[in-house]
């Protein structure tokens, strides 16, 4: 099982970035798809998750209502569209997969995925 994250860069506060994670090996739309984030010196933090079905997301508070998470599974991937981008959004991020259940619940802990992709840098600049 392989997640490729790629769409990182540099932007000015106030702009947006779009994120993509592509995978392979994996039965993807049985998956919940999440992503991570994770400045130096801090902790990996939830960033959103979508369910299955698509139609159902989750979002940790310093992003609700600015990041959008979404999934195509006809292409095997999923998407982080991030607008108003503030310079504490500066971290790596890291998309997530994790077999899905019936449980409607965020999965919002990083011991609840098993697996990951490699990262992509974010860099918000004031």
């Known amino acids: 099982v392989q997640l490729q994250a790629s769409g990182g860069g540099l932007v000015q506060a106030g702009g947006s970035l779009r994120l993509s994670c592509a995978s392979s090996?994996?039965?993807?739309?049985?998956?919940?798809l999440a992503w991570f984030r994770q400045a130096p010196g801090k902790e990996r933090e939830f960033v959103g998750a979508?369910?299955?079905?698509?139609?159902?997301?989750y979002y940790g508070d310093p992003v609700r209502g600015r990041f959008t998470i979404s999934r195509d599974d006809a292409k095997n991937t999923v998407y982080l569209q991030m607008n108003s981008l503030k310079p504490e959004d500066t971290a790596v991020y890291y998309c997530a997969a994790r077999w899905a259940t019936t449980i409607a619940v965020a999965y919002p802990r990083t011991d609840e995925y098993v697996y990951w992709g490699q990262g992509t840098q974010v860099t918000v600049s004031s």
């Open positions: 979508v369910r299955r079905s698509g139609d159902t997301t």
């Open positions: 090996g994996l039965t993807f739309s049985s998956h919940v």
